[in-house]
């Protein structure tokens, strides 16, 4: 870990985390935002990652949509990395107030994390928009299940809709309320792998009334000049042993 964030670290009783794609791209999730991300969008679909992941889009265009995110959001075979597996040992020394995450990847919890909102959802978790009968990744990973190409429910033949907040849909007021609590009750917070773009998940770390705010990130985002500590760099070289 660097030096700096350990001297931080060592003296925090309550950690928080803040994190986006940055966290993720490091077990090779590439960010669906990124330039490669919306060049590969608009040459294969003729569309951007916004609107094909919104709510108006799913609706009106399912099996693109189910198309796209398959190839784009899915990554069963990731596995977490050294960012994750630090902030696991965070909770396990008693140290973590919460992630509050915007990825959707489910890699937090696979490295041994409890305390997570997933302000944007799971792609782990899949729901009957007719019945609400609950289905796992793999069935609608299996085209099976997915007569057209559109997920179907084993139990009624509904739509099954990923547990991910599209654009265009509120964020979860229950995730929130325990967002915004893990960043007050925290003395530290460390924001990493994220530009602070995405609104209204970027305004949570507004909510940090702590000491010190540590920002890691390959490049500069507008709340630079908030932290106390800012490291440009892979969040895994960071928080890693």
Same mark, same amino acid.
């Given at each position: 870990?660097?030096?700096?964030? &350990?001297k931080?670290?060592?003296? $925090? ?9 940055g966290?993720?791209t490091? $077990?090779?999730i590439?960010?669906?935002? =990124? ?10 679909? #003729?569309f951007s990652?916004?609107?094909?992941? =919104?709510? =108006? ?6 099996? @693109? ?6 190839k784009?959001?899915?990554?069963p075979?990731?596995k ?11 909770? *396990? *020394?008693? &140290?973590?107030s919460?992630?509050v @995450?915007?990825?959707?990847?489910g890699?937090h919890?696979?490295?041994? !994390?409890s305390?997570?909102f ?18 796992d ?9 997915c ?11 509904g ?8 654009y *265009? *849909?509120?964020?979860?007021? !229950? ?5 915004? &609590?893990?960043?007050t009750d925290?003395?530290t917070?460390?924001?990493?792998? @994220?530009?602070l773009?995405?609104?209204?998940a ?6 940090f009334?702590?000491?010190n705010?540590?920002l890691?990130?390959? $490049?500069? @985002? ?6 106390d ?5 892979a969040? #895994?070289?960071?928080?890693g042993?």
């Amino acid at each position: 870990m660097d030096e700096r964030v &350990k001297k931080i670290i060592d003296k $925090s009783k309550s950690i928080a985390f803040f994190g986006g794609a940055g966290v993720s791209t490091e $077990s090779g999730i590439p960010d669906f935002r =990124s330039e490669a991300g919306l060049y590969s969008a608009q040459s294969e679909y #003729g569309f951007s990652p916004e609107q094909m992941l =919104s709510h =108006s889009f799913f609706m009106s265009n399912m099996k @693109t949509f189910f198309d796209y995110y398959k190839k784009n959001l899915v990554y069963p075979d990731a596995k977490p990395n050294k960012a994750h597996y630090a902030l696991a040992k965070f909770e *396990e *020394e008693g &140290k973590l107030s919460g992630i509050v @995450t915007q990825n959707v990847d489910g890699l937090h919890q696979l490295a041994g !994390n409890s305390k997570v909102f997933e302000l944007h959802g799971s792609v782990l978790r899949n729901y009957c928009m007719d019945c609400g009968a609950f289905h796992d990744l793999d069935y609608i990973m299996d085209d099976q299940n997915c007569p057209a190409g559109i997920p179907r429910c084993s139990k009624c033949g509904g739509v099954v809709k990923p547990d991910v907040v599209l654009y *265009e *849909e509120a964020l979860d007021d !229950n995730v929130i309320r325990g967002a915004v &609590k893990a960043i007050t009750d925290a003395d530290t917070l460390i924001v990493g792998g @994220t530009s602070l773009v995405v609104y209204p998940a970027a305004g949570l770390v507004q909510y940090f009334r702590g000491d010190n705010i540590i920002l890691i990130n390959k $490049s500069k @985002t507008a709340y630079d000049s908030n932290a106390d500590l800012v490291i440009y760099d892979a969040i #895994g070289e960071v928080l890693g042993d």
